[in-house]
């Protein structure tokens, strides 16, 4: 019977940052994943001589000042090796018309844009405007939604004038901008911003929030900018798996998370996990739960007594997306037409399809070969409820329909595929056990946003909530930022020094 001052569930990037920061603090800290390694959705596998990476292929926030770049700081480790990506993704919209590159550099991006999107640079710039506003606040680390007094101090610490400007547009979605601007009948424009706004916040410019959506829209352009991992994705973890072993931090794989509920006779959390040689039990004055919340209620254990309201707000939360993921390998003198290592494409039997292909001596294949990831959103449900002879059906099908999308698009012979398999919501649940094999967080529409969204605090002290259905959504940068909020709020509870990043 192991006892610990903090329980941390899950060791995807959110996990794995929490705990470092708390560990580099001074608490006690245990780690519970039910994998054999770290990462979660940033995770990678490997198929004889390639390296896929599971469902992320781009990181946010390695920049100086961003997210990654403060976090390591602080825990004093290296950034992993990374280039910027330039363009960072070209989308083919499928139309005719010239695919769109989204380049780095701010200046040719404003160009790109007159050329693609004529007249709409009153839309950009009102973006630019409440991503600025956005950046400035989120750079004085907020604690949203506000919970108690602390929380509503670092709110308010963490406000700007300019935030007082696009507060009016709290409730506003990206299609609101487009209509203040006299752009809501331009449809190619809003089938190129949902394309985009559906990778970062699984809506389309209808539902997408204003104010998330605006740095969405911004994030790929200098001084951000999105970055390719040398070797791959999984050095991210790493990274963070160092700083845990500095710190004494206990790494326990391979441990399935079967219940937690609070032990009033110990007055601690108690954390009930099992692997296929033994159940353990981890006592605990605050547990951090990194999976998505729509798994909570099955692991606490007789929440009977559960505030109606919360119970009711977890079973509310609306169901994310699935992903169907082809993984494949070719020689590199075998794919023609690439000019990115991201492409996003529309497909009419598919819809949209995006492409991640690595880079010579990444890591991720032989010399003179390269993978290329290609994925789909799809419904879980289209998956879960099939009988065997009808999955492995479906499963052939999509692999067919993505290969020729693939071909026709880069010019690629049929039997040039040295490997190709295809992932399922299914695969994904049992990788990660995100129930379904859901991905990413919510959607983040107005009333899920910001202020209105779902809180790293609880109604029972001690247990909290992080990841990418926190506060400020999804992606590596994403949660990276909900672990540092959530860390922050443990200490101020403990009354032990604030993080300084």
Not at 363 to 376: F, N
Request: glycine fraction near 8%; charge should be positive.
């Amino acid at each position: 019977m192991a006892k610990t001052k903090v329980v941390v569930v899950g060791a995807g990037i959110a996990g794995l940052t929490s705990a470092a920061i708390l560990s580099k603090q001074g608490l006690s800290v245990t780690l519970i994943e039910s994998h054999t390694q770290s990462g979660g959705c940033a995770g990678t596998f490997q198929r004889k001589k390639y390296i896929f990476d599971v469902g992320a292929t781009q990181v946010a926030g390695l920049e100086e000042g961003g997210i990654h770049s403060k976090i390591f700081k602080f825990l004093g480790i290296p950034l992993p090796e990374a280039s910027i990506l330039n363009p960072a993704c070209i989308v083919d919209l499928n139309d005719g018309s010239k695919p769109i590159p989204i380049w780095y550099d701010k200046n040719e991006w404003i160009k790109e844009r007159e050329i693609q999107f004529p007249g709409s640079s009153k839309f950009w710039q009102l973006c630019n405007f409440i991503h600025q506003s956005n950046w400035t606040f989120a750079n004085k680390n907020p604690v949203l939604p506000i919970k108690n007094l602390w929380d509503f101090s670092q709110l308010i610490k963490a406000l700007v004038p300019k935030n007082l400007i696009t507060g009016i547009l709290l409730k506003s979605t990206i299609f609101d901008l487009l209509r203040i601007c006299g752009l809501s009948n331009d449809e190619r424009l809003i089938k190129f911003l949902n394309l985009q706004l559906k990778l970062y916040s699984q809506e389309d410019v209808y539902k997408t929030a204003a104010l998330y959506g605006s740095t969405v829209l911004q994030i790929c352009q200098k001084p951000h900018g999105l970055w390719h991992l040398k070797k791959s994705m999984q050095v991210l973890s790493e990274a963070l798996e160092h700083s845990l072993k500095k710190t004494g931090v206990n790494i326990i794989f391979g441990q399935k998370v079967n219940s937690i509920h609070f032990d009033e006779v110990k007055k601690r959390w108690k954390v009930c996990a099992s692997s296929k040689r033994e159940n353990l039990d981890y006592y605990a004055d605050d547990v951090i739960y990194t999976p998505p919340p729509q798994s909570l209620l099955k692991h606490l254990k007789d929440y009977s007594d559960l505030k109606y309201n919360y119970q009711k707000r977890i079973q509310s939360l609306p169901d994310p997306s699935g992903a169907v993921v082809f993984y494949s390998a070719l020689k590199k003198e075998d794919i023609k037409k690439t000019f990115s290592n991201h492409y996003q494409i529309v497909s009419d039997q598919l819809g949209s399809l995006f492409v991640s292909i690595s880079e010579e001596g990444d890591g991720r294949a032989p010399e003179g070969e390269i993978t290329l990831i290609a994925s789909l959103f799809t419904k879980t449900n289209d998956w879960f409820n099939l009988d065997k002879n009808e999955y492995k059906r479906k499963k052939k099908q999509y692999l067919q329909k993505i290969s020729i999308v693939l071909e026709n698009h880069f010019d690629i012979s049929s039997d040039n595929w040295l490997h190709k398999e295809l992932a399922t919501p299914l695969g994904f649940e049992r990788w990660t056990n995100r129930p379904n094999g859901i991905v990413g967080g919510l959607g983040q529409n107005p009333d899920i946003f910001g202020l209105f969204g779902l809180s790293s605090r609880t109604p029972f002290k001690g247990l909290w909530l992080c990841g990418d259905s926190i506060y400020p959504g999804e992606g590596t940068a994403g949660v990276s930022q909900s672990a540092l909020m959530v860390s922050r709020q443990i200490l101020a509870s403990k009354g032990i020094n604030d993080v300084n990043l």
